[in-house]
């Protein structure tokens, strides 16, 4: 479903983010990513996204190669992978249920469905009860729940989830990863980044750990080595 | 869908303006000073405006006419010169006339009016008064004046003296400052308003690159570049009508203030009422460009965020 084909990302000379990386995802996969920072694991992620070019190579989402898609397309794309990062990323002056609501208005969802869909997710999430709360008024787990109901609203292919649970609590952690297992289990592609040795274990499934730019193991059913 | 949206950028314009209560604040306070100076200019040019009409219709030549010019022959002059492309008016005082003038001129002059007495018949000639569209244009007047054309049918001099000559150093000092203070305003307006557009561009600018995070996250998750520029146009236009409104209300009491200020000191406008008789227009031009140049200023400051 995701097919690296030889890709270099090369900022300046003797500065690799990635180099020669070739990698398949396939549908219903869970895949982490891990290394050390600067490995090339965000990098990676934003070619996908299409949010960075490769300096060498081609990034293909199912037969389409994602850097030479028209913006239009692109949005299209866009709308079938669902994005978590450890940062958030919420829209500050929208409460949760809004900002659910934009990422369906965006995909040009009819009023009812959202009306009838925001709640629901967010109770899937756990966050029934903070529909009208907006981000800053949110814990760290709190905020990531809404980013992942966010993500997952649209029914998307692939939900990529970078670093989610870097700025998390233990608890929160393990949390935050049984909710993207469950999401694993109702079919959707997972990929997910870190570097926390107890998320990767807690897993169990394929593992590609990469350092400087490089794939360095792809482990069928990994533990985190590094 | 097509309304769908429509409506859901526009709410989130109006919802989007209210939340970012701050810097709408500022910059809705920001654009209403750029607007009132955009606003003041207008008032400036009216004012110099009427203040050089003023000016020019005081400038006039004179025609002497001959004591024996016959009345149909001075008719047929003022026709003649009411014909030409640089004549505004041409007023006639007849002889009598001309003579109770000088007489209300020199009432408390008894020598004056004595000697008038003395005289048998009506020494004074009859005027044809000429204002001229514009001061550099009563050299041309003169020159007709002097040539032959102003003859009469049978060929007579019924002109006796034009008083351009006297006048001419006074009238082109006066002319050429009545250019300089056109170009002087026209210059000065295009700075202020020049000024006015750049600092409304830029204070829009700001309340946008305080929510260049917010475009980011849009995109991430596939909203169309339409979409996400919707609601930051039409805040664009709420700051623009709300800075509109305001510099409008600020005009009626300053003007009104002024009023009669500006009146005894620049002969004849009375700013209150220009602006009351010319509200339609002014409204017009304050509004459109609050509304344009909101909505302008923010599409090309989104448009920054969105190339990526």
Known sequence: MIYFDNVSKIYSDDCAALSNVTLTVTPK???????????????????????????????????????????????????????VFQDFRLLPNKTSYENIAFAMEAAGRIDEEIESDVPHVLELVGLGKK???????????????????????????????????????????????????KINDLGTTVILTTHNKGVIDSVGRRVITMENGKIIRDDKEGKYSL | ??????????????????????????????????LFVIGSVIFLLATLDASLNNLKSKVDVNVYLTTTAAEEEIMSLKTLLEALPEVKTVSYVTREQALENFKN???????????????????????????AKDPGQYEAIANFLKSDNAL?????????????????????????IIDSAKRLGLAVTLVLVIISLLIIFNTIRLAIYTAREEISVMRLVGASNKYIRGPFV???????????????????????????????????????????????????????????????????????????
Do not use: C
């Open chain 2, 234 to 308: 039409i805040s664009g236009v709420i700051y623009g009508v709300l800075a509109g409104a305001l510099t409008l209300m600020i005009f009626y009491p300053l003007t009104y203030w002024l009023g009669s200020a500006t009146e005894n000191f620049f002969s004849g406008i009375n700013v209150y009422r220009y602006y009351i008789l010319n509200f339609g227009q002014i409204f017009g031009i304050i509004m459109g460009s609050g509304v344009l140049l909101g909505a302008v200023s923010s599409y090309l400051a989104v448009r920054r965020y969105l190339n990526v």
């Open chain 2, 105 to 131: 001129r020199h009432q408390n002059d008894a020598p004056i009016l004595e000697a008038l007495k003395e005289v048998p018949d009506n020494p004074l000639s009859a005027v044809l008064n000429i204002v």
């Open chain 1, 131 to 181: 529909i009208w709360s907006f981000p800053h008024e949110l814990s760290g787990g709190e905020k990531q729940r809404v980013a992942i109901a966010r993500a997952i609203v649209n029914q998307p292919d692939v939900i990529i989830a970078d670093e989610p649970t870097g700025n998390l609590d233990p608890i929160n952690t393990y949390e935050i990863i049984q909710i993207l297992k």
């Open chain 2, 1 to 34: 869908m097509m309304w769908t949206n429509v409506k859901r950028v526009v709410r989130a314009g109006f919802v989007g303006f209210w939340r970012n209560g701050f810097v709408s604040l500022a910059s809705v306070l920001v654009m209403t000073v750029t």
């Open chain 2, 152 to 176: 009469s049918k049978n060929q007579q001099v019924i002109v006796r003296k034009v008083n351009y000559d006297d006048n001419k150093t006074a009238i082109a000092v006066l002319s050429r």
């Open chain 1, 29 to 83: 996969e869970f895949v982490s990513i891990v290394g050390h920072s600067g490995a090339g694991k965000t990098t990676l992620i934003k070619m996908i996204l299409a949010e960075e070019r490769p300096t060498k190579g081609r990034v293909f989402f199912e037969s389409t190669d994602v850097h030479l898609l028209k913006k239009r397309q692109m949005n299209l794309l866009r709308r079938r992978i669902g994005t």
